[in-house]
């Protein structure tokens, strides 16, 4: 299930079944831009840095949450 994340104060309530633990993966694909343009205006000198290359042409970042334990209701 993919659910996007509008705002940084979304939430939403994904129903479970039964117990135990799960984790979830975060995809940075809109925050991509942002990351690129306002390292750049603070630091021009880094348009050739290979960590904002890394990040101007490979992959969304990805992060997985720390364990999140459900019990049964």
Request: aromatic content about 6%; glycine content about 4%.
């Amino acid at each position: 299930m993919r659910l996007p994340i509008p705002d940084a104060d979304w939430r939403q309530e994904v129903p479970i079944e039964g117990k135990g633990f799960v984790r979830a993966e975060i995809v940075a694909i809109a925050s991509r831009e942002r990351i690129l343009t306002t390292s750049l205006a603070a630091l021009p000198q880094l348009e050739r840095h290979p960590f904002l290359l890394d990040i101007a042409n490979g992959p969304p970042r990805r992060a997985i949450s720390n364990p999140i334990y459900f019990a049964e209701a």
